[in-house]
């Protein structure tokens, strides 16, 4: 394995975990946003759905742009803008400058994530052996370090701006240098044997299993971010401190079943590790659902954490495979659906928990990750011409950095 390549990952893991923290940063201080703008509590949910939604956007447009640049150019200059846009969400005076800043961010997240998974896809492809799941890990361990810092900001009643300032300061000139050393391995040649060659109909149609496993993965994920506290508090009776507890304990299981993730994959497969994640989520979600009181209920979010981190990771694993002459366009594609899942699966549960009852929720979400077993087979290592069901690396591509442009 080449020194590019190794210098690849390392640049390519951070670029995840600075994203993880910037992500982290924003979602969990939107109280303090309303607090700072006067947002009403009917006017949020319009600014909170305007974000993936213009994330789909920028996703959509960076299937475009990677046929004319190469994924590293718009990841480096995407990650700055995520930066600065987060700064101007807690610098910014009035209305207008918080739906500015939330645009940006919105539109270069959608780039962001698609470029760093189309660059995570191709390494995987050059390394020859899975390792997405790493890069996940990364940016799981980075949604708890920014949960910290904000957590950390909250308890000490900082400013918005005192809280992003020195993030944006340490983080944005840290990623700058690093993206000097992002590998753009490419994908497979055009001759390599796969579906991304087919007609335009016929190539959806054989990603439509994995756009609905990544909705499925958010829809769930989602639940637990939005829900896991109300939940503990007003069903299962915990304290306010307590149900703090549950999501927390679901990002750290996250990075776990991450970090060892890849190890499982070399072992049993894909479809063995998916199938085996879905499983386990949906035993989370009927523990929730049944759980006497919030101890079980904090197991069942363990389950969670162990059973969904798996899904998203291999969910880009398997496009780049499957479409292993049109990685980029698949996975831009693939990942609209992540903002798919976030945007259904809050409204749903509520919805669901307010009609009828919130034990009853939980096990909506439960069926939709198993329905992931029905489209486990689209996780298999596919066929390709030099033999073993993996492709070998692009010695010509694996050379260049992004500098080589």
Known sequence: MTDVLRRGRASLAFGFLAQGVAFALLVTRIPAVQDRYGVSDALLPVFLAAVPVLAGVGSVTTEQLVKRVRPSVVLRWSQPVVLLALLGVGAGEGMAELAVSLAVFGLTVGALDASMNMLGVSLQRSYGRSIMLSFHAAYSLGGIVGASLAWVGAHWHLALWVSYLPVAAVLLPAVLVGSRWYVDAGPAEPGAEGAGGEGGALVFKLLLPLCLVMAFAYIGDSTVSNWSAKYLQDVLGSSEQLATVPYNVYMVTTLLGRAIGDFGVRRFGAVAVVRGGAVVAAAGFAVVAVAPGPWVGML????????????????????????????????????IFNYVGFLVGSPLVGALGDAWSYRGAMLVPMVLVLLTLVYARSFARQPDRYGGGHERPRTADVGRGSNGL
């Not at 363990?302 to 495979?321: I, K």
């Open 300 to 335: 069942g979010f363990t389950l969670l954490g162990l059973g969904l981190c798996v899904l998203v990771p291999q969910t880009f694993a398997a496009a780049g495979r499957l479409f292993p002459g049109a990685s980029d366009a698949a996975i831009a594609r693939l990942n």
